[in-house]
């Protein structure tokens, strides 16, 4: 992936991750971003459709996901939508993870042996 693209959904993720913070809701969100991000793309192929409206892509999302989600997960996809870069959805997810890992003090490893 783009390196842009990369430090785009990182700066996403990021602001995402301090308004969950400050409410209380990191988990929630987390939880949430990670089932989008896994459902957008077996799922939801349309919502990659250029030709299709914004509206009908937020309609679509909706029906199929929002009604579940926290409100501010709700309010991020809507962003992501409006500012055509819903493709940055796992990336972000990936990020928003990585943000509450570093906020907790956990480390992330691989451990091999012989």
Request: charged fraction near 35%.
């Given at each position: 992936m783009h390196a842009a693209n990369r430090t785009l959904?990182?700066?996403?993720?990021?602001?995402l991750f301090e308004?969950?913070?400050?409410?209380?809701a990191q988990d929630r969100v987390g939880d949430d971003l990670q089932a989008?991000?896994?459902?957008?793309?077996?799922d939801l192929p349309a919502l990659s459709d250029p030709r299709l409206?914004?509206?009908?892509?937020k309609r679509l999302l909706r029906e199929s996901l929002q009604e579940?989600?926290?409100p501010l997960t709700s309010d991020?996809?809507?962003l992501?939508?409006?500012?055509?870069r819903l493709d940055l959805l796992a990336l972000a997810a990936e990020?928003?993870?990585?943000?509450?890992?570093?906020?907790?003090?956990?480390?992330?490893?691989r451990v091999r042996s012989a």
């Open positions: 959904a990182w700066r996403y993720a990021r602001a308004a969950a913070s400050a409410r209380g989008c991000a896994q459902a957008r793309l077996q409206a914004g509206a009908e892509k579940h989600l926290a991020f996809l809507d992501l939508l409006d500012e055509k990020d928003f993870r990585e943000s509450a890992r570093e906020k907790r003090g956990v480390a992330k490893a």
